[in-house]
Structures are given as C-alpha cells and as structure tokens.
Nanobody
C-alpha cells in the first residue's frame, strides 16, 4: 500500500489543521490506519488509529478531545483533524496502515506501510 500525506504547515497555538492521507495499491487488505508523530530528537509516538471496517477509533491521551481521525469513503483516505494546537504538537506526522488485527496499535513496528510524513509546526 502506498500512502501520501498532505496538509501540514506552520500555525500559531490554538489554530487548526487537517491532515490527509491517501492510500493506493492493495487497499482491500487494510485492517486499520493510524497517525504517528515524531518530534526532533524523539521517538515516534502514537496519535490515533481507526479501524477500516467500522470506523472505531482510539487516541493517545494528548490527542483526546483535540484531534479527530476519520476515514473518507470511497477515496481510501484518512483525515486527522488537529484542533487547539499546542507547541508540543510540533513534529512530522506519519500515516501508516496495518493489514492484520492486533492489540498493540500504539507500537510503530506492528504497522506494515508508512507514508513520507508531513511537517506540523506550532508556534507559541
């Protein structure tokens, strides 16, 4: 599966952004799609995940109440709506998919394909 992210940018604290991830290729096998982010010098961390079949989603504690993950049918796309952004949200945001089910959705190594990432920079 090929993944392409877009929608990043430089914003002020309190602003909003919508990130888009478009999937192509063998999309019929996708079980879930997720967003991770990586700040400079830090490890990649889980943000949100959505189950492809029914839209059930889970969020990190930092994302709850501010971010929303949505699957866009029939475009094989996933949105991540970022609201009330904070400087600590700065980083490269990556889209990823998994072809099988599993419990460890917060662990990057359990995912199969990754996009190149899109930069989000939030200024105070």
């Amino acid at each position: 599966v090929y993944l392409v992210e877009s929608g990043g940018g430089s914003v002020q604290a309190g602003d909003s952004l919508r990130l888009t991830c478009v999937a192509s290729g063998r999309t019929l096998n996708i079980y879930s799609a997720a967003w991770f982010r990586q700040a400079s010098g830090k490890e990649r961390e889980f943000v949100a995940v959505i189950r492809w079949s029914d839209g059930v989603s889970y969020y990190s504690d930092s994302a709850k109440g501010r971010f929303t993950i949505t699957r866009v049918d029939p475009k094989n796309a996933v949105w991540l709506q970022l609201s009330n952004l904070k400087p600590e949200d700065t980083g490269v945001y990556y889209c990823t998919i998994r072809n099988g089910c599993g419990r460890d959705y917060q662990i990057p190594a359990t995912y199969d394909d990754w996009g190149q990432g899109t930069q989000v920079t939030v200024s105070a």
